[in-house]
């Protein structure tokens, strides 16, 4: 919402200056978006006259001109417009004048050998208007000296506030001065809303054709107008248009718009003699009629659009915008005025199924002062009437009316409970009839009754918000929130401070931690298993996030991708966020999900940096799952898992039947479909569904150490390739029994030597005693039913 | 015996002349080995005469100890030398780089999160959630934004395909949406912040698709405005880390409170540049109010007994304007350098006692 200082100060009478009432609109909650003073933006323009213009003896296009700025000596300028002559009055900028349409500081300085001291400007060089046919041709009786923005009524600063959706009565500048005034910035200047005593009967009349929806149309009244004279608008109505950024088009338009802004109530004129028949009809459309708008588009009517038309058909979309048909010309002679109130709902379906935006339906949906059109009428014919003459005819007005009037209680004691702030019942009541309401005393409080201009005060606590704004919600204490223990409690739960821990322990393990959208294309949702038909936006924002991710997995593809283009080929990056299985609440899980590229460091002199694999992508899966709190002791490997991995590679952590984690190197041919080069391995964890560990308290269990020696014992065993290592160390764990406290793998080894298709796998044990350091023959035993466990399980053999 | 001293003077000439460890040896076997001269010396005391053997005995002794003494001084003098020409040999060239580690940061949202739970955990208030995929009722409607309002229209909404029963899903436009949630399932006292993913279909250089909001409810016996202006100016001048930072509240509106509030800190613009703190400018970060009385009662909860305040705050907002972030999109751009330089050690854990002003290591 824009409006000048001046016609704020048309509805405001205030000797505060301009600066405090800027800081004094958002404190009101009209938030100043922007202010632009044109003054001062054109102080430097001043007006002049050229003394003389000679021919430049070396340029063709150019004139050398004598300047009187109005003060000390004519200055030289040298200038190449057309029309610049002797004795025409112009706009001078002298050296030192940043000139904004060309965006250039002015310097003195000479031009094909020609002193220049300044320059004589066009419209579009002060950037007021495009034109740009040559230098700004003043009136002879301008002020030679004086400031051009002055001269020009351009010294009327602008400013742009923001208008939250409850405050329609601040769509028109009466709104605001309204609010100010209550704020003690002034007075609310008196707005003469008599009638207009109309001099004939409007030879048209309204018909409403609702069907029992009158509620639709409560309220509309015309007026016509005879014997107008249609032309350009007086300057001050087409300069204060022209600063809130509407072009001027004719007067009986700009009166119309400029009465939208003054006082927020849109109108709209119809050519009396393009109306065909005596009468206008208010009805719901039927569906599939076009109606060719003002702007000229033609839209097709869904049924139920509140429409307005005549003998010919529908010329009006109610409270969105008007009809190319009858709409007002330059040759307007006869006008009917049409000024209403729509269905706000109403108003608003129909403009957004039209994707139609208007000023007038942004005034209509936000709720329309519900008298308006009683009210406004005789101010609105008197000024049609002061600015195009003529006559105008006697209201006509149909509609049951809108059912405003309402009564709210607001209990003495409500201000205080609810902001803490003390107010007198006294500057209470002030307050609200200052913004329009009417105040009696109740028992207990203040029986309230809001002003038809404001439809969004719904019940005590937005009288408590008036009342509180209009004093300042400077004026609210400060209290801390009372503490409801001394020390505080844990605000995270188990499952939620787990994913903290997460999170650390894959960045401790080098992975970066990333946060991408939920969104991603169809193409990658179908490829790890997403794509579903509910899972698809209706109205995304792109091909690339239009569909809910099954998986984080291709995000992090692509940005490991977008990290390679940018020479970093070895990424390792993780995320944790949501995924989308289904669209029900339940449906959608946590996932930890991380990925490997190329290589674990960069070339480098020890030799350290060795290409990635997926075991490095199993390591970050279990030091997940153990962040998670799993104890990995009872974690069971399967070669196992989703299309997306290598189907030779991928492996799942199983605890009883529940799969805690996938993992693996990604499928090659996946991998191409993002443009990644070498192998890339990932694993993913729906958090989920991982466990949350038992407690049983904080104490630990007691530590029994052991005061014997432990014994190692190494086994090679031949076995069949096909044979899995991890079924190789289930027997070794089985025969070993109760005194294994460690067991690892040390050699992994195939070749001719010990027979096609097999392979040798070494491992070592550890035997922790527990009562009596172990004898050799009881060390013997042990290997021994290792060894026939391994060899009964695995078909293991000892490598001679 | 008579050339006893010549003797002792030859052999200890010869233990200094040694120049390695095997020419020592050597001498130490000719002066005392089983053969040595000292030792076929000592052999010969047997034929003296007792007196005569005792005289040449303890000269012999002194003789032969201080040759040993002589031995373990240049055997120790020749370690060390060996030692050190090893050591001198084995010098490595310490600018060579050690290792490569690596050096892994979390993302400055997950960062920031948690310093606004640390700080909010201080206050009393717990963590709750919500789905991302909204039903129309909770984003919308039963927050007091009914169909076809206008601040509806303003919230850009991403919407998904109606269910079955012809019940459109959006994305949430807020967290809002978990007020109600929480509000449903537990009874007051409230005290919850909700922080999450936020949805709206907006991308430009100051919007992004998705975003981050963290919601806070509060609702208890006696809360009023003035608890909100409290709690939250807490958290801004703990957030930021500045004692008196200005924190003023303007009148706004949010159909799901009222009375609503914006809530702007203090700052001062020089260059380009931005310092949060008291100065000559403001700056929005957060939207806030008292529970509207009909979102109370669509929880079901009496508003004539209970009154509360919520705010929404975003995650990325603030994030940016704490750690100098320029650029919003580059958040989800998952560029390592960017990372690299935004992000936070995993072991720089923002806490109450340790400090919520993170990447100072």
């Known amino acids: 919402m824009k409006f000048t200082r001046d016609w704020l100060f048309d509805h405001l009478d205030t000797d505060r200056p301009l600066s405090e009432i800027l800081d004094a609109l958002p404190m009101l909650g009209l938030e100043v978006e922007s202010f632009d003073d044109p003054a001062e933006r054109l102080a430097a323009f001043t007006i002049a006259e050229v003394i003389s213009a000679e021919q ?82 003043l009136d002879q009786d301008a002020p030679v000296g004086e400031s051009f923005a ?51 009967d409007s030879p048209v009349t309204w018909r409403l054709d609702l069907d029992g929806a009158e509620h639709l149309c409560p309220l509309i009244t015309g007026i016509a107008f005879r014997g107008v004279t249609n032309g350009p608008s007086p300057d001050w109505m087409a300069r204060r248009l022209e600063a809130i950024g509407q072009r001027p088009i004719s007067a009986l338009v700009d009166i119309t718009n400029y009465v939208m802004f003054d006082l927020g109530r849109p109108l709209h004129a119809y050519d009396i003699d393009k109306i065909h028949g005596d009468e206008l009809v208010v009805r719901q459309a039927k569906g599939g009629e076009p109606f060719a708008a003002l702007n000229e588009k033609t839209y097709e009517m869904e049924a139920g659009m509140i429409t307005i038309g005549d003998a010919e058909g529908v010329d009006d979309l109610a409270g969105v915008m008007g009809g190319e048909r009858t709409g007002v010309s330059d040759d307007t002679t006869g006008m009917f005025l049409e000024i209403a109130v729509f269905d706000p709902i109403s108003v608003a379906t129909t403009g957004r199924k039209l994707n139609l935006n208007s000023d007038a339906r942004y005034r209509f949906e936000r709720g329309l002062d519900s008298e308006s059109p009683v009210w406004a009428a005789g101010h609105i014919a008197r000024l049609v009437v002061a600015i195009c003459g003529g006559e105008a005819s006697v209201p006509v007005t149909m509609g049951p009316g809108v059912d405003w009037q309402r009564s709210i209680f607001l209990g003495s004691g409500k201000v205080e409970s ?116 509910n899972l698809k936006l209706v109205n995304p924002i792109s091909a690339d996030l239009s569909v809910m991710r099954p998986s984080i997995l291709p995000n992090l593809l692509s940005a490991a991708a977008r990290n390679q283009d940018r020479g970093e080929a070895d990424a390792a990056m993780f995320e944790v966020g949501p995924v989308f299985p289904g669209d029900a609440p339940e449906d959608q899980r946590t996932a930890a999900t991380g990925i490997r590229h190329g290589g674990t460091a960069p070339r480098e002199w020890h030799g350290s940096a060795r290409a990635i694999d997926l075991f490095d992508a199993r390591a970050d899966a279990e030091a997940a799952l153990a962040a998670l709190g799993v104890k990995l002791a009872g974690v069971q490997v399967k ?11 991928r492996g799942q952590l199983i605890q009883g039947r529940t799969v805690l984690a996938s993992f693996g190197e990604i499928h090659p041919a996946v991998a191409e479909a993002y443009g990644l080069r070498g192998r890339v391995v990932g ?53 070993a029994g109760p005194l294994l406290s460690d067991m690892r793998i040390f050699d992994l080894y195939e070749g001719a030597n010990i027979g096609d298709g097999k392979k040798s796998v070494a491992v070592t044990i550890t035997l922790t005693p527990t009562k009596a350091t172990l004898t050799e023959d009881e060390i013997e035993k042990i290997s021994a039913e290792i060894v026939k466990i391994a060899g009964k399980n695995c078909g293991a053999t000892l490598r001679g | 015996m008579q050339n006893l001293d010549a003797i002792s003077s030859e052999i200890l000439s010869a233990v200094d002349a040694a120049e390695t460890i095997e020419a020592l040896e050597a001498v130490r076997i000719d002066a005392l080995g089983k053969k040595g001269r000292v030792s076929l010396m000592m052999r010969e005391l047997g034929g003296m005469d007792p007196e ?8 012999l002794n002194v003789v032969k100890d201080s040759i040993a003494a002589a031995i373990e001084t240049r055997q120790s003098d020749l370690s060390r030398a060996a030692l050190d020409a090893r050591l001198t040999a084995e010098a490595i060239d310490v600018s060579l780089p050690s290792r490569p580690e690596a050096e892994a940061r979390l993302h400055p949202l997950s960062r920031t999160i948690e310093e606004v739970v640390a700080i909010f955990a201080e206050m009393g208030f717990t963590v709750a959630e919500g789905p991302d995929i909204e039903s129309d009722y909770y984003n919308f409607t039963a927050l007091n934004i009914p169909e076809e309002h206008p601040a509806r229209q303003e919230h850009d909404t991403f919407y998904l395909p109606p269910d079955g029963d012809g019940r459109r899903k959006v994305l949430r436009t807020h967290t809002s949406p978990v007020q109600i949630r929480t509000m449903e399932a537990v009874e007051p006292p409230v005290r919850i912040i909700v922080p999450g993913r936020t949805y709206r279909s907006d991308h430009d250089a100051t919007h992004s698709p998705m975003f981050h909001q963290c919601e806070g409810l509060v609702i208890g016996d006696g809360i009023h405005m003035g608890h909100l202006k409290g709690c939250l100016i807490d958290f801004c001048r703990a957030f930021f880390g500045v004692d008196d930072l200005p924190v003023r509240f303007r009148p706004s509106y949010f159909p799901f409170t009222e009375p609503s509030a914006e809530v702007d800190i203090g700052c001062t613009r020089d260059g380009g540049g931005l310092k949060i703190g008291a100065g000559d400018d403001w700056l929005e970060i957060l939207g806030s109010g008292m529970v509207n009385p009909r979102v109370l009662a669509n929880c079901g909860y009496d508003p004539e007994k209970y009154q509360g305040f919520a705010f929404g705050m975003g995650i990325e907002r603030i994030a940016m304007l704490k750690y100098g972030i320029p650029d919003l999109r580059t958040f989800y751009d998952s560029d390592l350098r960017w990372m690299r330089h935004y992000g936070f050690l995993p072991f720089d854990a923002p806490s109450i006692h340790a400090g919520l002003v993170g990447g100072t290591v």
């Open chain 2, 52 to 59: 005569e053997r005792k005289a040449a005995g303890q000269a």
């Open chain 1, 56 to 137: 430049h003896p070396d340029a063709d296009r150019l004139r050398v001109c004598m300047v009187n700025t109005g003060s000390g000596d004519p200055v030289q300028v040298v200038c190449g417009a057309p029309n610049a002559r002797a004795g025409m009055k112009g706009v001078f900028a002298p050296a030192g004048a940043y000139v904004p349409g060309i965006d250039l500081l002015l310097k003195a300085g000479t031009i094909r050998g020609q002193d220049s001291n300044g320059m004589l400007c066009s419209e579009r060089e002060m950037m007021i208007s495009d034109e740009h046919d040559g230098i700004i041709d």
């Open chain 1, 639 to 649: 070669a196992d898992g989703a299309d997306w991995f290598h189907p030779g590679r």
């Open chain 1, 683 to 735: 694993f993913e964890i729906h958090t989920d569904d991982v466990p949350m560990p038992k407690s049983k308290g904080p104490a630990k269990p007691l530590l029994g150490l052991s005061v014997y020696q432990p014994v190692t014992r190494d086994f090679a065993f031949i076995v069949e390739r096909t044979v899995a290592a991890g079924d190789i160390l289930k027997a070794v764990k089985s025969g």
């Open chain 1, 418 to 533: 609810l902001t803490g702030m003390v107010i007198e019942a006294g500057e209470q009541q002030r307050i609200l009839e200052a913004l329009g309401f009417s105040v009696t005393p109740a028992d207990g409080g203040f029986d309230v009754a809001p002003p038809a201009w404001r439809g969004d005060i719904d019940g005590a606590a937005d009288l408590v918000e008036e009342i509180g704004r209009i004093r300042g919600f400077d004026h609210l204490p400060m209290e801390h929130l009372p503490r409801e223990d001394v020390v505080a409690k844990p605000s995270l739960s188990l499952a939620q401070a787990r994913l903290f821990r997460l999170r650390r322990a894959l960045a401790t393990r080098g992975l970066m931690e990333a946060v991408t959208f939920s969104f991603l294309s169809e193409d990658d949702a179908t490829r790890f298993g997403g794509g579903a038909e």
């Open chain 1, 150 to 200: 002055a001269y020009a009524g351009l010294d009327d600063p602008v400013i742009e506030i923001a208008i939250t959706p409850n405050r329609a009565d601040c769509l028109g500048v009466r709104g605001v001065a309204r609010d100010l005034a209550a704020a003690g910035y002034g007075t609310l200047k008196p707005l003469d809303s008599s009638a207009h005593e109309g001099s004939f």
